[in-house]
Nanobody, 119 residues
Framework: QVQPVESGGGLVQPGGSLRLSCAPS????????VDWYRQAPGKQREFVAS???????SVVDSVKGRFTISRDNAKNTVYLQMNSLKPEDTAVYYC?????????????WGQGTQVTVSS
C-alpha cells in the first residue's frame, strides 16, 4: 500500500480560499505527474489539475483563473490553491500520482480531503 497524503480541506464560504497540500509517496521528480481530482456527491471523479515532473501545469476549464497548482521542490509537496470558491467546487479532493500518461498499477491515490463551500 502506497499513497500520497492530502490535507487542507475544510468548510469555506463562497468566494473564499483554501490551499490543499499533497505529500506524494515518491519524489515529484520521479512521478510523471501529480494530479488533483475531485468527486462531488453523486458524480464521477473528475480531473482538476496536474503538474508534471518538469513542472508543467494544467487545470480543467471550470477552475481556470481560480485554481492554481504548484509545488515546493524542497518539501516535495504539491499544492492546489483554490480561490473564489463556489458551491459547485464542493467535493472530496484526491491527490493522484501518475506513473505515466495512461492508467497503471503504479498510479497511487490518496484518501481524499473534503472541501465544502457553503454559506
Amino acid at each position: 500500500q502506497v499513497q500520497p497524503v492530502e490535507s487542507g480541506g475544510g468548510l469555506v464560504q463562497p468566494g473564499g480560499s483554501l490551499r490543499l497540500s499533497c505529500a506524494p509517496s515518491r519524489s515529484i521528480f520521479d512521478i510523471y505527474a501529480v494530479d488533483w481530482y475531485r468527486q462531488a456527491p453523486g458524480k464521477q471523479r473528475e480531473f482538476v489539475a496536474s503538474i508534471s515532473s518538469e513542472g508543467k501545469t494544467s487545470v480543467v476549464d471550470s477552475v481556470k483563473g481560480r485554481f492554481t497548482i504548484s509545488r515546493d521542490n524542497a518539501k516535495n509537496t504539491v499544492y492546489l490553491q483554490m480561490n473564489s470558491l463556489k458551491p459547485e467546487d464542493t467535493a472530496v479532493y484526491y491527490c493522484h500520482e501518475a506513473a505515466g500518461p495512461f492508467p497503471s498499477d503504479d498510479d497511487y491515490w490518496g484518501q481524499g480531503t473534503q472541501v465544502t463551500v457553503s454559506s
